[in-house]
């Protein structure tokens, strides 16, 4: 093996970097095998991330997507369910253009293609 004092700083730059994913790969390999993970290096440790707070629903929020999710497996399966009642929505009505407005955007797109012709001579 080379003596430390010869050796270049990017080679030491690059045995650092095959060390740390030789120690992610045992730690990777641990967790698949469900053994326990080796000792961190000291070059790698870090403080534990702060644990997260748990989020909490209502119970009145619980129950309305409870009935959401039965009238959706009801609707799915062709049966109705008692609990599971969601009013239909109304369909939206089509807008129409009235006849002043369509002619307002014809005269509009007119005069923009007269000036691009114009423009374009």
Known sequence: MNNILT??????KRAITIKEQIESLESELAGVLGGS???????????????????????????????AQKARWAKVKGTSSATAKVPAAAPKKKRKLSPEGRANIVAALKARWAAKKKGAK
């Open 7 to 12: 050796v270049s700083v990017a080679q030491l």
């Open 37 to 67: 993970t080796p000792a961190p290096s000291v070059a790698k440790v870090v403080a534990p991330a702060p644990a997260k707070k748990k989020k909490v629903m209502s119970p009145a929020a619980r129950a309305k997507i409870a009935t």
